[in-house]
Nanobody
Framework: QVQLVESGGGLVQAGGSLRLSCAHS????????MAWFRQAPGKERELIAA????????FYADSVNGRFFISRDNVKNTVYLQMNSLKPEDTAVYHC?????????????????WGQGTQVTVSS
């Protein structure tokens, strides 16, 4: 059984940075992809970044492109989201997700496993 545990959220001022981590356990494959989603109050869940097993392919939503960076360490079984130049509109609960077999990174549907989420609050 795959389990995901996020950490690294918190309160930060606008313009600041945070790094989220997602530690995963359980069996994975070379086709396994991981992603970060976020959901703000009253808004739909949004796919913001995804990464292939090798790390050679990534996807970013327009809302975070150039400010957020996703990476993974398959030895540590951890995926990271480096968030820079944070804005108040980045305030949300951030979830990591894992799909055991994924061919496209730019679609939000079909992720099999989810973490519990970590709150990110950006003050103005």
């Amino acid at each position: 059984q795959v389990q995901l545990v996020e950490s690294g959220g918190g309160l930060v001022q606008a313009g600041g940075s945070l790094r989220l981590s997602c530690a995963h356990s359980g069996r994975t494959f070379s086709s396994t992809a991981m992603a970060w989603f976020r959901q703000a109050p009253g808004k739909e869940r949004e796919l913001i970044a995804a990464i292939s097993w090798s790390g050679g392919s990534t996807f970013y939503a327009d809302s975070v492109n150039g400010r957020f960076f996703i990476s993974r360490d398959n030895v540590k079984n951890t995926v990271y989201l480096q968030m820079n130049s944070l804005k108040p509109e980045d305030t949300a609960v951030y979830h990591c997700a894992l799909d055991l077999v994924r061919t496209r990174l730019d679609t939000p549907r079909g992720y099999d496993y989810w973490g519990q989420g970590t709150q990110v609050t950006v003050s103005s």
